[in-house]
């Protein structure tokens, strides 16, 4: 069965940080664009990020410039978040999604796989 599972969410101070984990089980990574999305309650879900197969390409929404990070490591089948000075409006529930292509689509369309997401609540 293939999957994508989430991990990492919790309550975080603002300012404070995370790093979110999406490991695939049932297929391998290698091959695959990952996107993580979030979406916040009463909003649409967005993209936040993106990272090439290899590891070499990556696109970030405009919010989260300079503040997340996204990273591969394909020995483990495992793509990372990490997220640096969180505020409240990055508080959503973050899913990541795989796209059988090299390069990351600059809309975020074309997603195959997709994982149930992990909540991220950024509160004082």
């Known amino acids: 069965q293939l999957q994508l599972v989430e991990s990492g969410g919790g309550l975080v101070q603002p300012g404070g940080s995370l790093r979110l984990s999406c490991t695939a089980s049932?297929?391998?990574?290698?091959?695959?664009?990952i996107g993580w999305f979030r979406q916040a309650p009463g909003k649409e879900r967005e993209g936040v990020s993106c990272i090439s197969s290899s590891g070499g390409s990556t696109v970030y929404e405009d919010s989260v410039k300079g503040r997340f990070t996204i990273s591969r490591d394909n020995t483990k089948n495992t793509i990372y978040l990490q997220m640096n000075s969180l505020k409240p409006e990055d508080t959503a529930v973050y899913y990541c999604?795989?796209?059988?292509?090299?390069?990351?689509?600059?809309?975020?369309?074309?997603?195959?796989?997709w994982g149930k997401g992990t909540l991220v609540t950024v509160s004082s």
């Open positions: 049932g297929f391998t990574l290698d091959y695959y664009a």
């Open positions: 999604a795989a796209d059988f292509t090299i390069y990351c689509d600059p809309y975020y369309n074309g997603f195959d796989y």
